[in-house]
């Protein structure tokens, strides 16, 4: 396949992997198109702060998916998918590479391993490349992995709602097939408030764009950004535009608020104040209930969550569901607590867990020497939370 250079001037600065991914796609291998995020005005986000925005070069790109393929290529003949090698193998086989590129080659063992199945285009909005750009690089990467099944990336809805139809036709054609989108809420007020640049018209116009090309759409919900005083608001606005959309996947991305935000500062500053792990546990119960007519997948698949068993499809899962978050009010406010920290601590996915897990006395014991209570444990909440964004 020719190959086609950008005419943007970009220096090469070797293999480049930017700082997040969804964790669905963990096993992906990360190709950065674009550095960093063109909005970055978000109150709760931190990742790309004092990072200026740049599209990388298309001939730069390319070189860092030639270097995955020579490096893959390379693996393939001394290493078995599964299969142990000696460190000192792959040192060998490393240094038998004209191009050295250690990231580079490390990206390609772990997708190797993996076993190749997917791609994730950072960083946080690829599709604002040139529709022509974007397309010819989709084409080249199923060129050189013809074998890989999905391409993903992340994109904004505003980006997408301005894109024209037939364009991502074409991306959808050459291969995108997976778009992840940060709706957080489907609240013009809550949108406004956290300096989202986008509405709920927009949000709603992006998703069924992107649904009519052809792609999957992941949307992302944030239970707790509307804060205490938009908490049902939150919920109840962001349903509703989820049933028009009706995306492929619901995605729940429960609020920590984070030391260096502007949304650290609002809750310092008594501006915004966020609701306790149960107000949150309540507003979600509302969201999963005012979900209707829709037949999407909902899925809780993050430590922040306090429910990572919400995993299931609509609409025959929604009373599974819902139930989930009963069961954790059913219990006595004593094992709650327990809950709430052991889930924090990896050691619960569920209310049911505490049960069956054998570690119940290992978060009691946590809390008696941490003095966690009642009363305080959400102040503990939000100190761990804070390990995971």
Same mark, same amino acid.
């Given at each position: ?141 199923? #060129?050189?992995?013809? $074998? /890989?099944?999905?391409? !993903?990336?992340?994109? @904004?809805?505003?980006?997408? %709602?301005?894109?024209?139809? +037939? ?12 778009? #992840?989108?940060?709706? $957080? /809420?489907?609240?013009? !007020?809550?949108?406004? @408030?956290?300096?989202?640049? %986008?509405?709920?018209?927009? +949000? ?30 939150? %919920? ?154």
């Amino acid at each position: 396949m020719e190959k086609r250079k950008s005419q943007k001037k970009d220096s090469y600065r070797g293999f480049e992997q930017g700082p997040i991914r969804p964790p669905s796609e963990a096993d992906s291998l990360l190709l950065r198109l674009t550095r960093n995020c063109p909005w970055n005005l978000c109150t709760f986000c931190r990742v790309y702060k004092r990072r200026d925005f740049s599209l990388r070069s298309v001939e730069n790109i390319i070189q860092d998916i030639d270097l995955i393929h020579t490096y893959v290529g390379g693996i393939r003949q001394i290493v078995h998918v599964g299969g142990k090698v000696d460190q000192e193998v792959i040192n060998t086989l490393y240094n038998s590479f004209e191009t050295k590129d250690r990231v580079a080659f490390n990206a390609a063992m772990d997708w190797y391993a993996s076993g190749m199945e997917s791609i994730f285009l950072q960083d946080a909005n690829s599709v604002i490349m040139k529709p022509d750009d974007l397309v010819f690089l989709l084409e080249y990467i199923r #060129h050189c992995f013809p $074998e /890989t099944q999905r391409l !993903t990336s992340y994109a @904004r809805s505003q980006t997408l %709602a301005r894109i024209k139809d +037939h364009d991502l036709e074409r991306m959808t054609r050459a291969g995108l097939n997976r778009i #992840h989108v940060g709706m $957080e /809420t489907g609240s013009d !007020t809550v949108l406004k @408030r956290i300096r989202k640049g %986008a509405t709920k018209e927009i +949000h709603i116009r992006a998703g069924l764009k992107v649904k009519a090309a052809g792609m999957e759409l992941s949307e992302y919900v944030m239970p707790g950004i509307g804060g205490i005083d938009l908490s049902i608001e939150n %919920a109840m606005e962001t349903a509703s535009a989820l049933n028009i959309i009706n995306p492929d996947f619901i995605r729940i991305r429960t609020l920590a608020v984070t030391n260096g935000t502007q949304l650290a500062q609002e809750r310092e500053q008594g501006i915004f104040e966020k609701p306790s792990d149960t107000m949150m546990a309540k507003e979600l119960r509302l969201f999963l209930e005012s979900l209707d007519g829709i037949d999407s997948q909902v899925k809780s698949d993050h430590i922040l969550n306090l429910f990572e068993t919400i995993n299931g499809k609509l609409p025959e899962d929604k009373e599974r569901l819902v139930g989930i978050i009963d069961s954790f009010f059913d219990l006595p406010e004593e094992l709650r607590v327990f809950y709430q920290v052991g889930r924090r601590m990896g050691f619960f996915r569920g209310p049911e867990d505490m049960e069956i897990s054998g570690s119940l006395d290992q978060v009691k014991q946590a809390c008696k020497y941490y003095g966690v209570t009642p009363g305080n444990v959400d102040t503990v909440i939000d100190e761990l939370m804070k390990r995971f964004v």
